[in-house]
């Protein structure tokens, strides 16, 4: 099926397409997916977890990720969530509220 595509057709591929293109991971370039991209897939597809960027997640990222998906907080940077975002966790994760810091 992918056999049709060359080298530069792969290249011309976003993050947004690369989310999307779950059916050949073998051939996914991680490098291209931006903090969103990433939270839209492993909120859909965990198992590709291993492959993450999680510097590239923000506050707004981590939020909508881990209200799907809790078993990244071990990853998650906390110091990115502003209070728009803690709002936002802590309705559906209450969890992790001490997680949050006084500032």
Not at 68 to 83: C, G, H, I, V, Y
């Amino acid at each position: 099926m992918y056999e049709n595509y060359t080298k530069s057709d792969w290249e011309k591929l976003d993050g947004h397409d690369w989310e999307r293109l779950l059916c050949a991971p073998e051939n996914a370039d991680w490098k291209k997916l931006d903090g969103h991209d990433w939270a839209a897939l492993l909120r859909a597809q965990p198992q590709f977890a291993e492959n993450a960027d999680w510097t590239k997640l923000d506050g707004y990222d981590w939020a909508w990720l881990l209200k799907r998906q809790p078993q990244f907080a071990e990853n998650a940077d906390w110091t990115k969530l502003d209070w728009r975002d803690w709002a936002a966790l802590l309705r559906s994760q209450p969890q992790f509220a001490e997680h949050r810091t006084k500032g």
